[in-house]
């Protein structure tokens, strides 16, 4: 079983409608959990990161982290074309290092 | 303040032809990280290091796969023999330290034929 598990779309949306992107993890152990973005032929970049459980709102994007159920979610509201990108989840426990844990990554294309 | 820059950006090579990537990482930040990306994939470490050191290298295969960190700063990793698997995106990350948010460079695409 993979340490977190992703659906990798595609996911096709028109402009303006609210996003949902989800991922499953396997190690309760894991503390950090980190959404990326990557652009085609460029590197992830980090937008969100949410410690332990909870929510976490920044503009259109907020991220949730539910402990009990091992389960993350990213939303976005008023999705613009610009967010057309893969979205990576990504897991870290810092007790055995710091190394990232990534989903298989979610394509997301917004439609004008 | 600079990214963290990576060369070359592409490269094509035959099997087993050896290659080599350079990373130099964001001023400052002791951890370097490596990761190989496959095509409709997320990352996978290689290895990380922290300062000159060797954290994590559980997941490089040692047999045809090196890297180091010379100074503490700029790292190179070295493929030899490359195979077929190995086409990816090889992609250099570093952070302060700890936890910290890891920065990525634009990756360097590897196509092995």
């Known amino acids: 079983q993979k340490e977190v598990e992703q659906d990798p779309g595609p996911l096709s949306v028109p402009e303006g409608a609210i996003v949902s992107l989800n991922c499953t993890y396997s190690?309760?152990?894991?503390?950090?959990f980190m959404w990326y973005r990557q652009y085609s032929r460029k590197g992830p970049e980090l937008l969100m990161y949410?410690?332990?459980?909870g929510n976490k709102e920044d503009g259109r994007f907020t991220a949730q982290v539910d402990k009990s159920s091992k389960y993350i979610s990213l939303f976005i509201r008023d999705s613009q074309p610009s967010d057309s990108a893969t979205y990576l989840c990504?897991?870290?426990?810092?007790?055995?290092?710091?190394?990232?844990?990534f989903g298989k990554g979610t394509s997301l294309l917004v439609t004008p | 303040e600079a990214g963290v820059a990576q060369s070359p950006r592409y490269k094509i090579i035959e099997k087993r032809q050896s290659v080599a990537f350079w990373c130099n990482p964001i001023?400052?930040?002791?951890?370097l990280y490596w990761y190989q990306q496959i095509l409709g994939q997320g990352p996978k470490l290689l290895i990380q290091?922290?300062?000159?050191?060797?954290?994590?290298d559980s997941q490089l295969p040692k047999d045809r796969f090196s890297a180091e960190r010379l100074k503490g700063v700029d790292s190179t990793l070295k493929i030899q023999p490359a195979k077929l698997e190995d086409s990816a995106v090889y992609l250099c990350?570093?952070?302060?330290?700890?936890?910290?948010?890891?920065?990525f460079g634009p990756g360097t695409r590897l196509l092995v034929l």
């Open positions: 990350a570093s952070s302060l330290g700890g936890w910290e948010t890891q920065y």
């Open positions: 190690n309760s152990a894991f503390q950090y």
């Open positions: 949410t410690y332990s459980s």
């Open positions: 290091f922290q300062n000159n050191g060797v954290v994590d």
């Open positions: 990504a897991v870290l426990n810092s007790n055995s290092g710091y190394a990232l844990n």
């Open positions: 001023s400052g930040h002791a951890t």
